[in-house]
T-cell receptor
Framework: GNSVTQMEGPVTLSEEAFLTINCTYTATGYPSLFWYVQYPGEGLQLLLKATKADDKGSNKGFEATYRKETTSFHLEKGSVQVSDSAVYFCALRGAGNTPLVFGKGTRLSVIA | NAGVTQTPKFQVLKTGQSMTLQCAQDMNHEYMSWYRQDPGMGLRLIHYSVGAGITDQGEVPNGYNVSRSTTEDFPLRLLSAAPSQTSVYFC???????????FGQGTRLTVV
């Protein structure tokens, strides 16, 4: 079945540091890939997405590229801010009527 | 624009009690789903629906029932609460399967 594996947290970075959160997936066919973010006490919200190989999703300075050859969708940001502190979830939606499948989440803490 | 509304936000139940978690969306989305979020486990799918009158089981359906009599509402019923059902529950909806999923604020349930 479809599955997502993302790096274990927590990740603690200083402000303006470079961020990478690794995400790899297993799926048949051509899934759509997503990154969701959960701020403290809130529900999840979509951060970015990519629907086909080599697509790059981007939003709020975050980027991720859909790499079919390595089945990866790593999240990156060049310079993190304290306000980026949150839990980040990688997710995929497979072909057909299949629901979203989430990774376990990575907690990011950014300190000033 | 309310989006996805979950009630209640917090609930404490005794073992064996039953209750219904409410979820309503005002975006005319066909697709709705329920997840539970547990530490170190990410989000796991309980049940989902691709339209009124159609529901299906997710990864962890035991102990939960759902129905979808209208497009707007997708309640989750706990038949006989158990301490293992202590969790944060999220409802989500989307217009199509490949479009952004919108999440409610969550219901924090404690079973004692």
């Amino acid at each position: 079945g479809n599955s997502v594996t993302q790096m274990e947290g927590p990740v603690t970075l200083s402000e303006e540091a470079f961020l990478t959160i690794n995400c790899t997936y297993t799926a048949t066919g051509y899934p759509s890939l997503f990154w969701y973010v959960q701020y403290p006490g809130e529900g999840l919200q979509l951060l970015l997405k990519a629907t086909k190989a080599d697509d790059k999703g981007s939003n709020k300075g975050f980027e991720a590229t859909y790499r079919k050859e390595t089945t990866s969708f790593h999240l990156e940001k060049g310079s993190v801010q304290v306000s980026d502190s949150a839990v980040y979830f990688c997710a995929l939606r497979g072909a057909g009527n299949t629901p979203l499948v989430f990774g376990k989440g990575t907690r990011l803490s950014v300190i000033a | 624009n309310a989006g996805v509304t979950q009630t209640p936000k917090f609930q404490v139940l005794k073992t064996g009690q039953s209750m219904t978690l409410q979820c309503a969306q005002d975006m005319n989305h066909e697709y709705m789903s329920w997840y539970r979020q547990d530490p170190g486990m990410g989000l796991r799918l309980i049940h989902y629906s691709v339209g009124a009158g159609i529901t299906d089981q997710g990864e962890v359906p035991n102990g939960y029932n759902v129905s979808r009599s209208t497009t707007e509402d997708f309640p989750l019923r706990l038949l006989s609460a158990a301490p293992s059902q202590t969790s944060v529950y999220f409802c989500a909806s989307s217009y199509l399967l490949d479009t952004e999923a919108f999440f409610g604020q969550g219901t924090r349930l404690t079973v004692v």
